[in-house]
Every structure is written in structure tokens, then in C-alpha cells.
């Protein structure tokens, strides 16, 4: 059964970059064909899907957030991490880590992942 976990910081002030690591667990990040996600929930907010990292090491933004999204990962250590620069207050979200296999992924949705971490709640406040 894969596991995910997300780790990094609770706490990120307004201009400076969010840093989340997932760590995967029970299966590797370059086993075909899975792709692996952040997806964030605001407060009182829907999910959106932030960006992907597949098996292959491509990565895929949604339009909305790619000027300042990266996501990256670490294949010696089966982890995959986001960074997120010039937050704002309005950057406040559950932040979650997910894989699927490509169906929603590359359609850009949140939802039908197959594996999902627990989240982390990033506040972004001075």
C-alpha cells in the first residue's frame, strides 16, 4: 500500500517561498505509470490541483499558479517536493501530496486521486 507524507514549514511569511517535501512510502516515484501531485484547500475553499511530477520527471503547472510553482524530487530518497514563491495570505491552505495514474492529473482535477497524504496546513501570515 503506498503512503504519502507532506513535511516543511507551518508557518511561511508573505513575499518568501513555501517549501513542502511528500515522502513516498511503499512504492517508488518511478514506477510507471503514476503521477504524483499537490493539491491545497483554502479555508472554506474547494481543492485545487497545483501541479504534477509523473514517473518520467516532467513536470505539469496549472496555468493559474506555473509563474510561480516548481515542483522537483528526489528519486535516491523517493520524495517529491513543491515550492511555492511570493505567497500571500491568500496562499493559506491545507496542502496535500496525491498520486494517480494520470487520469485527472492530466486533466488538471483534484479529485480521483488514488493515494493522498494527510495534509499539512501551511498559514501564511507576518
Known amino acids: 500500500q503506498v503512503q504519502l507524507q507532506e513535511s516543511g514549514p507551518g508557518l511561511v511569511k508573505p513575499s518568501q517561498t513555501l517549501s513542502l517535501t511528500c515522502t513516498v512510502s511503499?512504492?517508488?516515484?518511478?514506477?510507471?505509470?503514476?503521477?504524483w501531485n499537490w493539491i491545497r484547500q483554502p479555508p472554506g475553499k474547494g481543492l485545487e490541483w497545483m501541479g504534477a511530477?509523473?514517473?518520467?520527471?516532467?513536470?505539469y503547472y496549472s496555468p493559474s499558479l506555473k509563474s510561480r510553482t516548481s515542483i522537483s524530487r528526489d528519486t535516491s530518497k523517493n520524495q517529491f517536493t513543491l515550492q511555492l514563491s511570493s505567497v500571500t495570505p491568500e496562499d493559506t491552505a491545507v496542502y496535500y501530496c496525491?498520486?494517480?495514474?494520470?487520469?485527472?492529473?492530466?486533466?488538471?482535477?483534484?479529485?480521483?486521486?488514488?493515494?493522498w497524504g494527510k495534509g499539512t496546513l501551511v498559514t501564511v501570515s507576518s
Open positions: 511530477i509523473p514517473y518520467s520527471g516532467n513536470t
Open positions: 511503499g512504492g517508488s516515484i518511478t514506477t510507471n505509470y503514476y503521477y
Open positions: 496525491a498520486a494517480d495514474l494520470g487520469g485527472s492529473s492530466r486533466r488538471c482535477l483534484p479529485y480521483g486521486m488514488d493515494y
